[in-house]
């Protein structure tokens, strides 16, 4: 693999993923070194295999799988509290069709409550304040400011989400939280230098239309950079750890997905995706190309054939696999001698637009 001058880089058609060390400074630039000294960045190939999310998963990948998932519903809170106008579809739906139909079931057509958790709370947290952060005149977003931005962020979460606030029973237990999360926001600044960089959009909400059909694409990006040449960065924090080398595919689909949407909508496919890990330190980034999204409007729209036919039947057969020990609805999941609850009149056609077969 080389570097090109404008900080991307060749990667030959190998379908495995490379990690380099990258030395420099931080430079803001889309396209540019923005990383700094030492930092690992995992450069993913066009063609990275794509990988069932149930093969080979560690205790960690699962544990990660679960934050991301709610990290990501709780930032789209907004759209999806309410009943949609029309069937949609997001990365994080798309995947829980493919981890478990059951699972998919029960978050888009029951539309389940879950409980919170302490590390999704965290992740919610953290990328509230690096959404702020960018508030700030470019000197003033230093590691201190965004440690001060921690009380009001957490009082503003508290209050959308009062049940939050339960998990903690002593002082001394939400204290040690908040360390945890000054320590992913420290680890956010040796990863890059938010002073020489000013996003073009942050928290954007991106929604297409695809043609002959299907769902309405939508999704929540964390960070869009655009440099002065017109180059597009897709930014997304995660507040996790890296995936282990082979199984990146469901972090790659999702950015894959948003670059398609911004392709769609602005005509301008992003000359890079960016996903940052404050769980070790980590970048993994992929240059996408118009063919490749040729390949990500076919695998949506077979995901979501998929999705249809189990609507249309009323199989929404679950998958197990270990990410089932931190499934919320493990109890309810036939796989496991529970009892599904019965779908309410009219979801199906309301949340796929499939009326079930009699």
């Known amino acids: ?41 995992q450069h993913l190939d066009q063609d990275s295999p794509d990988v069932s999310p149930d093969l080979g998963v560690t205790v960690d990948d699962a544990v990660e799988t679960v934050i991301e998932v709610a990290v990501e519903d709780a930032a789209a809170e907004t759209v999806e509290a309410r009943p949609p106008s029309r069937p949609g579809l997001s990365p994080s739906r798309a995947n829980d069709f493919l981890q478990c139909p059951q699972l998919f079931r029960f978050r888009v ?33 230093t590691l201190a400011a965004a440690h001060g931005l921690l009380p009001d962020q957490w009082a503003t979460l508290l209050e959308r989400s009062p049940q939050i606030g339960e998990l903690f029973a002593e002082p001394a237990d939400l204290a040690e939280w908040l360390t945890s999360a000054e320590a992913l926001l420290a680890t956010y ?77 602005r005509g301008v496919l992003p000359k890079r995706l960016q996903l940052e890990y404050l769980g070790d330190g980590v970048i993994l980034t992929h240059e996408p190309t118009e063919i490749e999204m040729a390949t990500v409007e076919a695998r949506v729209r077979s995901i979501w054939a998929g999705i249809e036919d189990a609507a249309r039947t009323g199989d929404w057969r679950p998958r197990t696999s270990k990410l089932c020990d931190w499934c919320s609805f493990k109890a309810l999941c036939p796989a496991f001698g529970g009892t599904p609850p019965e779908i309410p009149a009219g979801a199906v056609e309301r949340s796929i637009g499939v009326v079930p077969a009699a």
């Open 189 to 265: 600044f040796t990863l890059e230098d938010p002073t020489r960089i000013e996003p073009r959009e942050r928290e954007l909400l991106v929604s297409t239309d695809l043609d002959e059909g299907g769902p309405l694409l939508r999704g929540i990006i964390d960070r869009v950079d655009v440099a002065p040449n017109g180059w597009v960065r897709v930014v997304d924090y995660k507040t996790g750890r890296s995936p282990r080398a082979g199984f990146e595919s469901s972090a790659l689909f999702q950015m894959r997905f948003y670059a398609y949407v911004i392709w769609r909508t």
């Open 109 to 141: 057509i029951d539309r389940l409550p879950e409980p919170p958790s302490s590390a999704a709370a965290r992740g919610t947290l953290v990328h509230a304040v690096l959404e702020h952060l960018f508030d700030l005149p470019a000197p003033e977003r």
């Open 1 to 41: 693999m080389t570097d090109h001058p404008a900080g991307g880089s060749s990667c030959g058609g190998s379908r495995s993923a490379h990690r380099s060390r990258v030395g420099g400074s931080v430079d803001g630039r889309v396209g540019g070194p923005a990383y700094a000294r030492g930092v690992t960045v």
